[in-house]
C-alpha cells in the first residue's frame, strides 16, 4: 500500500470515425518494411531506461506481505477473508483484492529468488511501456518522438516503481487502450474487453479506471461538431450499440471473483472510508512541485500547454477529457503518475516535432539489430546477482535484527516501523507484528491512527501500554528511537546501522 507519512456489432462498421485515424502525415513507422526497422531499436533503448530506473526500487515495504498471502493461499487452498498476522487486528475481515497478482511474484521467488521478483517487475514494466509506445506509433507518432516522450513517462511514472501489484493493473489499462483505439480504426476486437475486466478485478482494483476510461471512449462519441481546437464525431448507431453492450457486459465480468460484490466495492470503500490512507500514506498526497518528481510533472503540463498552442492538428474530444482526468487524478494523488504518464504519452508524442520524420528507405536493419544486442548485453551484465540485491533491501530493512531476535526466541508483542511490517512476516512468520501494508484493516479499528500518534510522539509511552508492547523495533535516526534511548523505562538491548531494538525495563529499574 505504500509508505506512512512521518513529521497502491459490426465486423466491418459502415462508418469510421475520421478522429480516429493517425494525424495528417502521419504514418505508423513500426511498418518500416524490414526485418529490424528503427522503431523496433527505440524500443530497446526505452527497455534499457527501465532496467536501470527499476534495479533503483527494487527493495518494496510490500512485497513480503503479498508473498506471505501467496504462500498461505497456495498452502491452505482458500482464500484469506481474516488478518492472521497481526496481534491489533487477528480475525479482522479483509479482502485480498490483488491476490491474483501476487502469485507471479510468489512463483518467480520461489524459483529465482529475489532476482526472480526483479524479473517480473521487469517483464511488466516492458510490456505496459511497449505498449504505450505502440500506442503512439499507432497515432502517428515519429518513431523518435515517440521513444524520447515514452522515456520521459518511465522517469514520470518512476515513483511507483518496484515489485508492486499495481503495475498488473497499469498493464491493463494499457491493453484496453490498445483495444479501444483498434475498435475506432478497424471496428473490431471489442470483445476483449469483458475477459480483460474478469481478470483486472482479481489482480487490482484499477479497474474502476478502465471502466472511466471506456466511459469517456463512449461520451467523447455521443457529441459531433467543431469548437475551437476541439473535435468531435458521433459514433454509428451500430458501434454506439456494440460499446453499450460490451461495456455492460464488462461491469458483469467484475462480479467473477472469489470475493463478490465485496471485492467490486473495494475501491469505493477505499474512496469513502479509508480516510486515513488517503492523508497519511505518502503516495496518496498531491504532488509536491518542489521535489523531482513535481517538477516532472510541471514539465508534462507544459508540455501539453506548449502542445496545444502550437500543434496544428485539432484536439480529439476524447484526448481532451482524458488528458483532464489523468491530470486530475495524477496530480491529486501522487502514485497515480504512471497512469498519467501511460495516459499522456499517447496523446502527446504524434503532436512532437523534435526530430525529422523517419525514413524507412534511410532504415539500416543490421545494424540496428548489433545496437539492440548491444543494449541485450548490457541488461544481461548488468543485471544484478542475489547479493547485490540483497544488500540492497539489508539498507533498508531489519535482516540482523530479525536473526537476533530469532536466537534469543524473543516473541513478545512488538511495536516496529510500519515498512517492517510485511517483511517480518514473510521472514520471521512466528513473529506477530503491529501493522502491514494492508492499511486498510488498521484504519478501520484506529491502529492507523495510533501507529502515527505513537510515530509522532504523541503519548507514545500511553499507547505502548494501551497495546501492551513488549519490545519496539524502529530506525535508527528517527524521534521515537531517541525517546526510548533516554527513558527510563525502555533500554536497548539491540542496535546495528539499520535499527535499535528495545524492551521494557525490570519493574525494579522503571520508578
Given at each position: 500500500?505504500?509508505?506512512?507519512?512521518?513529521?497502491?456489432?459490426?465486423?466491418?462498421?459502415?462508418?469510421?470515425?475520421?478522429?480516429?485515424?493517425?494525424?495528417p502525415?502521419?504514418?505508423?513507422?513500426?511498418r518500416?518494411?524490414?526485418?529490424?526497422?528503427?522503431?523496433?531499436?527505440?524500443?530497446?533503448i526505452?527497455?534499457l531506461?527501465?532496467?536501470?530506473?527499476?534495479?533503483?526500487?527494487?527493495a518494496?515495504?510490500?512485497?513480503?506481505?503479498?508473498?506471505r498471502n501467496?504462500?498461505?493461499?497456495?498452502w491452505t487452498?482458500?482464500?484469506?477473508?481474516?488478518?492472521?498476522?497481526?496481534?491489533?487486528?487477528?480475525?479482522?475481515?479483509?479482502?485480498?483484492?490483488?491476490w491474483?497478482?501476487?502469485?507471479?511474484?510468489y512463483f518467480?521467488?520461489?524459483?529465482?529468488?529475489?532476482?526472480?521478483?526483479?524479473?517480473?517487475?521487469?517483464?511488466?514494466?516492458?510490456?505496459?511501456?511497449?505498449?504505450?509506445?505502440?500506442?503512439?506509433?499507432?497515432?502517428?507518432?515519429?518513431?523518435?518522438?515517440?521513444?524520447?516522450?515514452?522515456m520521459?513517462?518511465?522517469?514520470?511514472?518512476?515513483?511507483?516503481?518496484?515489485?508492486?501489484?499495481?503495475?498488473?493493473?497499469?498493464?491493463?489499462?494499457t491493453?484496453?487502450?490498445?483495444v479501444?483505439?483498434?475498435?475506432?480504426?478497424?471496428?473490431?476486437?471489442?470483445?476483449?474487453?469483458?475477459?480483460?475486466?474478469?481478470?483486472?478485478?482479481?489482480?487490482h482494483?484499477?479497474?474502476?479506471?478502465?471502466?472511466?476510461?471506456?466511459?469517456?471512449?463512449?461520451?467523447?462519441?455521443?457529441?459531433?461538431?467543431?469548437?475551437g481546437?476541439?473535435?468531435?464525431?458521433?459514433?454509428?448507431?451500430?458501434?454506439?450499440?456494440?460499446?453499450?453492450v460490451?461495456?455492460?457486459?464488462?461491469?458483469?465480468?467484475?462480479?467473477?471473483?472469489?470475493?463478490?460484490?465485496?471485492?467490486?466495492?473495494?475501491?469505493?470503500?477505499?474512496?469513502?472510508?479509508?480516510?486515513?490512507?488517503?492523508?497519511?500514506?505518502?503516495?496518496?498526497?498531491?504532488v509536491?512541485?518542489?521535489?523531482?518528481?513535481?517538477?516532472?510533472?510541471?514539465?508534462?503540463?507544459?508540455?501539453?500547454?506548449?502542445?496545444?498552442?502550437?500543434?496544428?492538428?485539432?484536439?480529439e474530444?476524447?484526448?481532451?477529457?482524458?488528458?483532464?482526468?489523468?491530470?486530475?487524478?495524477?496530480?491529486?494523488?501522487v502514485?497515480f503518475?504512471?497512469?498519467?504518464?501511460?495516459?499522456?504519452?499517447?496523446?502527446?508524442?504524434?503532436?512532437?516535432?523534435?526530430?525529422?520524420?523517419?525514413?524507412?528507405?534511410?532504415?539500416?536493419?543490421?545494424?540496428?539489430l548489433?545496437?539492440?544486442?548491444?543494449?541485450?548485453?548490457?541488461?544481461?551484465?548488468?543485471?544484478?546477482?542475489?547479493?547485490?540485491?540483497?544488500?540492497?533491501?539489508?539498507?533498508?530493512?531489519?535482516?540482523?535484527?530479525?536473526y537476533?531476535?530469532?536466537?534469543?526466541?524473543?516473541?513478545?508483542?512488538?511495536?516496529?516501523?510500519?515498512?517492517?511490517?510485511?517483511?517480518?512476516?514473510?521472514?520471521?512468520?512466528?513473529?506477530?507484528?503491529?501493522?502491514?501494508?494492508?492499511?486498510?484493516?488498521?484504519?478501520?479499528?484506529?491502529?492507523?491512527?495510533?501507529?502515527?500518534?505513537?510515530?509522532?510522539?504523541?503519548?507514545?509511552f500511553e499507547?505502548l501500554?494501551?497495546?501492551?508492547i513488549?519490545?519496539?523495533?524502529?530506525?535508527?535516526?528517527?524521534?521515537?528511537?531517541?525517546?526510548?534511548?533516554?527513558?527510563?523505562?525502555?533500554?536497548?538491548?539491540?542496535?546495528?546501522?539499520?535499527?535499535?531494538?528495545?524492551?521494557?525495563?525490570?519493574?525494579?529499574?522503571?520508578?
Amino acid at each position: 500500500m505504500g509508505h506512512i507519512t512521518h513529521n497502491s456489432g459490426l465486423e466491418h462498421p459502415t462508418t469510421i470515425p475520421t478522429s480516429a485515424a493517425p494525424l495528417p502525415g502521419r504514418t505508423l513507422d513500426v511498418r518500416g518494411g524490414n526485418f529490424f526497422p528503427f522503431s523496433l531499436l527505440w524500443f530497446f533503448i526505452i527497455s534499457l531506461e527501465l532496467f536501470l530506473v527499476a534495479k533503483l526500487h527494487t527493495a518494496d515495504s510490500d512485497i513480503w506481505f503479498h508473498l506471505r498471502n501467496a504462500q498461505e493461499l497456495l498452502w491452505t487452498h482458500a482464500f484469506p477473508k481474516a488478518d492472521l498476522y497481526t496481534f491489533t487486528s487477528a480475525g479482522a475481515p479483509l479482502v485480498n483484492f490483488e491476490w491474483l497478482s501476487e502469485l507471479p511474484y510468489y512463483f518467480a521467488f520461489h524459483s529465482l529468488g529475489q532476482g526472480g521478483l526483479l524479473a517480473v517487475h521487469l517483464v511488466i514494466l516492458w510490456m505496459i511501456f511497449g505498449g504505450v509506445y505502440y500506442l503512439s506509433l499507432r497515432r502517428g507518432a515519429n518513431c523518435a518522438d515517440a521513444a524520447i516522450v515514452t522515456m520521459a513517462g518511465v522517469l514520470l511514472g518512476s515513483y511507483s516503481f518496484g515489485p508492486r501489484m499495481l503495475h498488473f493493473g497499469w498493464l491493463c489499462l494499457t491493453v484496453l487502450l490498445l483495444v479501444l483505439e483498434r475498435f475506432q480504426q478497424t471496428g473490431k476486437g471489442l470483445w476483449v474487453l469483458p475477459p480483460l475486466f474478469a481478470l483486472w478485478v482479481n489482480l487490482h482494483g484499477s479497474w474502476v479506471f478502465g471502466l472511466v476510461v471506456l466511459a469517456i471512449y463512449i461520451v467523447s462519441g455521443l457529441a459531433q461538431g467543431r469548437w475551437g481546437t476541439v473535435v468531435a464525431e458521433r459514433w454509428a448507431p451500430p458501434q454506439l450499440r456494440k460499446l453499450i453492450v460490451v461495456s455492460v457486459a464488462s461491469v458483469a465480468a467484475l462480479f467473477v471473483n472469489p470475493y463478490g460484490y465485496k471485492l467490486v466495492w473495494y475501491p469505493f470503500d477505499l474512496l469513502f472510508r479509508q480516510t486515513a490512507v488517503r492523508h497519511d500514506i505518502i503516495e496518496w498526497q498531491s504532488v509536491d512541485f518542489h521535489t523531482g518528481y513535481g517538477t516532472l510533472a510541471m514539465l508534462m503540463i507544459l508540455s501539453l500547454l506548449a502542445a496545444a498552442w502550437f500543434s496544428p492538428e485539432a484536439w480529439e474530444l476524447r484526448d481532451v477529457l482524458l488528458v483532464v482526468f489523468a491530470l486530475w487524478t495524477s496530480l491529486t494523488h501522487v502514485r497515480f503518475l504512471v497512469f498519467a504518464a501511460i495516459i499522456l504519452v499517447p496523446i502527446l508524442a504524434p503532436r512532437l516535432r523534435l526530430f525529422s520524420p523517419y525514413d524507412p528507405k534511410k532504415d539500416k536493419p543490421w545494424w540496428n539489430l548489433g545496437l539492440a544486442a548491444v543494449v541485450v548485453g548490457i541488461i544481461v551484465w548488468s543485471y544484478p546477482n542475489p547479493s547485490e540485491i540483497q544488500g540492497l533491501i539489508d539498507a533498508d530493512f531489519p535482516r540482523d535484527a530479525l536473526y537476533f531476535m530469532q536466537q534469543k526466541h524473543i516473541t513478545g508483542r512488538l511495536f516496529h516501523f510500519y515498512d517492517f511490517g510485511g517483511y517480518i512476516e514473510w521472514n520471521a512468520p512466528a513473529i506477530k507484528t503491529f501493522a502491514d501494508g494492508r492499511a486498510d484493516i488498521f484504519t478501520y479499528n484506529g491502529v492507523m491512527n495510533d501507529y502515527l500518534r505513537i510515530n509522532n510522539i504523541e503519548q507514545p509511552f500511553e499507547l505502548l501500554d494501551k497495546y501492551k508492547i513488549d519490545y519496539v523495533l524502529f530506525p535508527v535516526g528517527k524521534r521515537l528511537s531517541y525517546v526510548l534511548e533516554h527513558s527510563v523505562a525502555w533500554r536497548k538491548i539491540y542496535e546495528d546501522k539499520v535499527v535499535k531494538l528495545y524492551e521494557r525495563a525490570p519493574a525494579a529499574a522503571n520508578p
